[in-house]
């Protein structure tokens, strides 16, 4: 079975516990997600499972894509993301197949990946965290500016910044993942997934739900106790 689905980020709440402890969470709509290709070492050589998400309306999607979906017997889906898969495992799945949050109800750890919030063009202070120049008497009206960036020129003498100098530029907008987040609860009736901490992206953003795959010591004791 896939250990991991499609879905949105809902926003961010809290859940409080039997005892009365609050817990941030991050609420995710996990899924329902179709089978749209399986993929086999025989076939395609590596194994993986590609899964469907969202209804879109036909005119809104491409030929390719809606051959695509409709070989799998799957109505017109707007994301596609690729999962890979054990050998043995792939043998369980069917295209076609509908998958909910209940692939997670035995993973206690799952890794959360988005695309973050962006910002624009911003300057070095708030892009990279820069304290930015002196505002002591007598220096020059340019305090936040990055300083000098000749010592991080080209070796070869041409006057060129050297690849990675951090300047001024588009801040965000990349993809990021949030490691080891704990699953608290599990809504099936709305495909709902609670897990604890920030999730990358706004509300309403794409997100991946994986199982995790780096635990600490402390989690991977956990999971293996429940």
Do not use: W
């Not at 969470?25 to 993929?39: H, L, M, R, Y």
């Not at 962006?118 to 300057?123: E, Q, Y």
């Amino acid at each position: 079975m896939s250990s991991g689905l499609i879905g949105r980020k809902v926003g961010m709440t809290r859940f409080y516990q039997e005892s009365g402890k609050s817990i941030p969470v991050t609420v995710i709509q996990a899924g329902p997600c179709f089978v749209s290709q399986v993929k086999t070492a025989e076939s395609d050589g590596y194994s993986a499972v590609q899964l469907a998400f969202e209804d879109v309306k036909a005119r809104n999607s491409t030929v390719p894509k809606i051959g695509h979906d409709a070989k799998a017997g799957v109505s017109p889906k707007r994301f596609h993301r690729e999962f890979r898969l054990a050998d043995d495992e792939v043998s369980e799945i069917q295209p076609g197949q509908q998958l909910t949050v209940d692939v997670f109800e035995q993973i206690k750890y799952v890794d959360v990946t988005g695309t973050t919030k962006g910002h624009g063009f911003t300057g070095t202070m708030k892009r990279y965290g820069f304290k930015g120049m002196t505002a002591s008497h007598g220096v020059e009206r340019k305090h936040r500016s990055p300083g000098s960036i000749c010592g991080r020129s080209s070796n070869r003498g041409t006057g060129k910044p050297k690849k990675g100098i951090r300047m001024s530029g588009q801040s965000g907008n990349v993809t990021s993942t949030a490691r080891s987040l704990e699953v608290v609860a599990q809504d099936k009736d709305k495909n709902l997934l609670l897990v604890k901490g920030a999730v990358p992206g706004p509300n309403k953003g794409l997100v991946v739900i994986r199982k995790a795959i780096r635990l600490s010591k402390s989690k991977a004791k956990q999971a293996k106790a429940s």
